[in-house]
């Protein structure tokens, strides 16, 4: 039998980024490659993405990326992994129209991007995969089970089981899954978010009773926030909007996209006749629906721009109502709020989904015990989620007659190693492990110290200190100059610019008596020794950059 190792390089005890590499003997899977968003005082920073060089080192044994869906925390790091290393890709249609996409503007069309079905068998690399469709909040969601001599390995995320579902696109395949578990299952991945919650996420996840008679109540217009990946969400829109005859303007382009390539590709097609196009939109337009839409905290920004008159299309009134559809998320904490109290200063009418009451689609506790006793695995592998959500899916499978050695609860880069169908050992880790940042100008990663530097100006401040010195004697003839941002008011802090200052004309002096002047080395000294005096003075350490410019006089 061949080893089979089982590991993340993102996604647990962490939202995002999910990342998980499946060894089978020497042939390496990886499914799903995502981000994760930044917090709010990671500066500059779009998004973060996991640290791919286990994959590039070992990109010659990497039989396949399988992509389950296009939410940005499975597939939005796949660019990033695909810039260092070439890879055969495979997903659901959709998210293979997505990815060619992406490859086009990355110049890297020629790679290959492979259809998984939404239930089927494919083999990639003489390794068995089966697919099966999962009920989320995007359509052609799939989950998806690897064949081993040991047994299945099994990847269920993000899904809910819902009996009333009928449209195929998000169908969960019980039958499919149920099969599975018959063929004899080793280890299930199986998604823990909301572990925590009893019952069933379904019918909780629907909102169309809930928005129903407030779109029927509203004298006016009717705003949603919503995520633009929260497709389930928005077909619910979409059907009461058509019951009460009201018209539908998308405010984000990305969306309006999003829209005609469903519609193109055969997945959700809205009626010409309810949609209002971006030429036809004008703020005299009363009777509609608007729905604002963005991914992340961007939605919220979007909104609060139009709460405080940014946006020249759009102006609130008082007879606007707003439904917050997008739940806060880690994250966008600061702009949600910051969005809803602009919203109370406009005199709108706002309606937020209770949280407790509208669930995301995510398994509850009685979700993932259903899954479980459809595929009874040997072993139970929580996934995404903090670790209080790992340890409540364990109990879970406590109470479903698992054993304490059946779960196995695992950090990033913990690699559980599978022998002769049962757990060998979880003590080994992948050597380089962690993530990368980046930036929101050009889409680069950021090095730690850039970042750190970030941090310091928001919390310190910067000390600017120049100071022209001549070529040929070193002797100062212009400045000391120094400036400060964000550390102390100048005019009630002479004696420290004086003393700045002092400190400046000390070390040149010294560095060109003692013969050791060096303009590299003076300006190490220089930010050594004003860093030391600013921290003793005020407490605070600022980012210090010194300049000693040379003039050949």
Same mark, same amino acid.
């Given at each position: 039998?061949?080893?089979?190792?089982?590991?993340?390089?993102?996604?647990?005890?962490?939202?995002?980024?999910?990342? $998980?590499?499946?060894?089978?003997?020497?042939?390496?899977?990886?499914?799903?490659?995502?981000?994760?968003?930044?917090?709010?005082?990671?500066?500059?920073?779009?998004?973060?993405?996991?640290?791919?060089?286990?994959?590039?080192?070992?990109?010659?044994?990497?039989?396949?990326?399988?992509?389950?869906?296009?939410?940005?925390?499975?597939?939005?790091?796949?660019?990033?992994?695909?810039?260092?290393?070439?890879?055969?890709? $495979?997903?659901?249609?959709?998210?293979?129209?997505?990815?060619?996409?992406?490859?086009?503007?990355? +110049?890297?069309?020629?790679?290959?991007?492979?259809?998984?079905?939404?239930?089927?068998?494919?083999?990639?690399?003489?390794?068995?995969?089966?697919?099966?469709?999962?009920?989320?909040?995007?359509?052609?969601?799939?989950?998806?089970?690897?064949?081993?001599?040991?047994?299945?390995?099994?990847?269920?995320?993000?899904?809910?089981?819902?009996?009333?579902?009928?449209?195929?696109?998000?169908?969960?395949?019980?039958?499919?899954?149920?099969?599975?578990?018959?063929?004899?299952? #080793?280890?299930?991945?199986?998604?823990?978010?909301?572990?925590?919650?009893?019952?069933?996420?379904?019918? +909780? %996840?629907?909102?169309?009773?809930?928005?129903?008679?407030?779109?029927?109540?509203?004298?006016?217009?009717?705003?949603?926030?919503? $995520?633009?990946?929260?497709?389930?969400?928005?077909?619910?829109?979409?059907?009461?909007?058509?019951?009460?005859?009201?018209?539908?303007?998308?405010?984000?382009?990305?969306?309006?996209?999003?829209?005609? #390539?469903?519609?193109?590709?055969?997945?959700?097609?809205?009626?010409?006749?309810?949609?209002?196009?971006?030429?036809?939109?004008?703020?005299?337009?009363?009777?509609?629906?608007?729905?604002?839409?963005?991914?992340?905290?961007?939605?919220?920004?979007?909104?609060?721009?139009?709460?405080?008159?940014?946006?020249?299309?759009?102006?609130?009134?008082?007879?606007?109502?707003?439904?917050?559809?997008?739940?806060?998320? /880690?994250?966008?904490?600061?702009?949600?709020?910051?969005?809803?109290?602009?919203? $109370?200063?406009?005199?709108?009418?706002?309606?937020?989904?209770? /949280?407790?009451?509208?669930?995301?689609? %995510?398994?509850?506790?009685?979700?993932?015990?259903?899954?479980?006793?459809?595929?009874?695995?040997?072993?139970?592998?929580?996934?995404?989620?903090?670790?209080?959500?790992?340890?409540?899916?364990?109990?879970?499978?406590?109470?479903?007659?698992?054993?304490?050695?059946?779960?196995?609860?695992?950090?990033?880069?913990?690699?559980?190693?599978?022998?002769?169908?049962?757990?060998?050992?979880?003590?080994?880790?992948?050597?380089?492990?962690?993530?990368?940042?980046?930036?929101?100008?050009?889409?680069?990663?950021?090095?730690?110290?850039?970042?750190?530097?970030?941090?310091?100006?928001?919390?310190?401040?910067?000390?600017?200190?120049?100071?022209?010195?001549?070529?040929?004697?070193?002797?100062?003839?212009?400045?000391?100059?120094?400036?400060? +941002?964000?550390?102390?008011?100048?005019?009630?802090?002479?004696?420290?610019?004086?003393?700045?200052?002092?400190?400046?004309?000390?070390?040149?002096?010294?560095?060109?008596?003692?013969?050791?002047?060096?303009?590299?080395?003076?300006?190490?000294?220089?930010?050594?020794?004003?860093?030391?005096?600013?921290?003793?003075?005020?407490?605070? +350490? /600022?980012?210090?950059?010194?300049?000693?410019?040379?003039?050949?006089?």
């Amino acid at each position: 039998m061949n080893n089979i190792k089982i590991f993340a390089l993102g996604g647990l005890d962490e939202y995002g980024k999910n990342m $998980y590499c499946i060894e089978i003997g020497k042939k390496l899977f990886v499914v799903n490659c995502g981000i994760k968003r930044p917090e709010e005082n990671q500066f500059g920073v779009e998004y973060i993405v996991n640290d791919f060089s286990y994959v590039i080192e070992n990109k010659d044994r990497l039989s396949g990326i399988i992509i389950t869906h296009f939410h940005d925390d499975m597939m939005d790091g796949l660019p990033y992994l695909l810039k260092e290393i070439e890879a055969d890709v $495979y997903a659901p249609n959709l998210c293979t129209i997505l990815i060619k996409e992406e490859l086009k503007k990355m +110049r890297k069309s020629h790679l290959k991007v492979k259809i998984l079905p939404r239930y089927g068998k494919t083999v990639i690399d003489d390794v068995e995969l089966t697919t099966f469709g999962l009920t989320h909040s995007t359509p052609d969601a799939i989950g998806v089970s690897f064949k081993t001599d040991q047994g299945h390995i099994v990847v269920a995320e993000q899904f809910v089981v819902d009996f009333d579902m009928r449209d195929n696109a998000y169908e969960c395949d019980i039958a499919a899954i149920a099969d599975i578990g018959k063929e004899g299952v #080793l280890c299930c991945l199986i998604e823990s978010s909301y572990a925590d919650k009893e019952g069933f996420t379904s019918p +909780r %996840h629907r909102i169309s009773n809930i928005i129903r008679p407030i779109i029927e109540d509203a004298s006016g217009r009717v705003f949603f926030t919503l $995520y633009e990946q929260n497709f389930f969400r928005l077909r619910e829109i979409i059907a009461v909007a058509a019951e009460y005859k009201k018209k539908v303007f998308f405010f984000d382009k990305k969306m309006r996209n999003l829209i005609a #390539l469903f519609a193109l590709n055969e997945y959700y097609n809205i009626p010409e006749k309810m949609q209002i196009n971006e030429k036809q939109f004008n703020n005299e337009i009363d009777d509609c629906i608007i729905i604002v839409s963005g991914d992340g905290a961007n939605v919220f920004n979007v909104m609060n721009k139009i709460a405080i008159g940014e946006e020249s299309k759009i102006e609130l009134r008082t007879t606007d109502t707003v439904i917050i559809a997008s739940p806060m998320v /880690p994250g966008t904490e600061k702009q949600a709020n910051l969005m809803e109290n602009e919203l $109370y200063k406009d005199n709108v009418n706002i309606f937020k989904l209770d /949280p407790k009451q509208v669930l995301s689609l %995510h398994p509850s506790s009685e979700d993932i015990k259903m899954i479980l006793s459809l595929l009874k695995p040997k072993y139970v592998l929580p996934v995404m989620g903090d670790y209080r959500n790992f340890i409540s899916a364990a109990n879970l499978a406590l109470s479903n007659g698992y054993t304490p050695d059946k779960i196995i609860i695992l950090d990033n880069g913990q690699i559980a190693t599978f022998s002769d169908g049962r757990l060998k050992s979880t003590s080994e880790y992948v050597e380089k492990i962690g993530e990368i940042l980046i930036d929101t100008q050009d889409n680069k990663s950021i090095t730690s110290h850039v970042f750190k530097d970030r941090t310091t100006l928001s919390t310190d401040g910067v000390i600017i200190v120049g100071v022209a010195i001549n070529y040929k004697t070193k002797d100062i003839i212009g400045g000391p100059d120094v400036q400060s +941002r964000g550390v102390f008011y100048v005019k009630d802090s002479e004696y420290l610019i004086k003393n700045i200052g002092k400190i400046v004309v000390d070390v040149i002096t010294e560095k060109v008596e003692n013969g050791t002047y060096e303009n590299l080395e003076a300006k190490v000294e220089l930010r050594s020794r004003i860093e030391r005096y600013v921290a003793r003075e005020t407490g605070k +350490r /600022p980012m210090i950059i010194p300049a000693i410019i040379e003039i050949n006089v």
